[in-house]
């Protein structure tokens, strides 16, 4: 059974930083894609962003310049730097494994982790 275990959250200062990692365990293949979303109270769940497997990365708007996405294949690993850190970017954030294999699509997620950035 493939578990997504993120790490990494925590609370932080406006303009400070925090790095997320996830880590897949058991036996998954045929990853399309790593992605990191994010929900605040009260709102949906949105898109932060994407890596494809190829190395193809996609930003909300409202990250884009602060956030990075990097992924280690061999390890099913994906990461999360986050810089000049926003309030707004309160949330919790879940790592998503999306797999195709012809015409078979999973999506795996993780359990989340807390990000608050406060003073």
């Known amino acids: 059974q493939v578990q997504l275990v993120e790490s990494g959250g925590g609370l932080e200062q406006p303009g400070g930083s925090l790095r997320l990692s996830c880590a897949a365990s058991?036996?998954?293949?045929?990853?399309?894609?790593m992605g990191w979303y994010r929900q605040a109270p009260g709102k949906e769940r949105e898109l932060v962003a994407s890596?494809?497997?190829?190395?193809?990365?996609n930003y909300a708007d409202s990250v884009k310049g602060r956030f990075t996405i990097s992924r280690d294949n061999a390890k099913k690993q994906v990461y999360l730097q986050m810089n000049s850190l926003k309030p707004e970017d309160t949330a919790v954030y879940y790592c998503?494994?999306?797999?195709?294999?012809?015409?078979?699509?999973?999506?795996?997620w993780g359990q989340g982790t807390q990000v608050t950035v406060s003073s």
């Open positions: 890596i494809t497997s190829g190395g193809s990365t």
């Open positions: 998503n494994f999306h797999t195709e294999y012809i015409w078979l699509r999973s999506d795996y």
């Open positions: 058991g036996t998954i293949s045929n990853i399309k894609a």
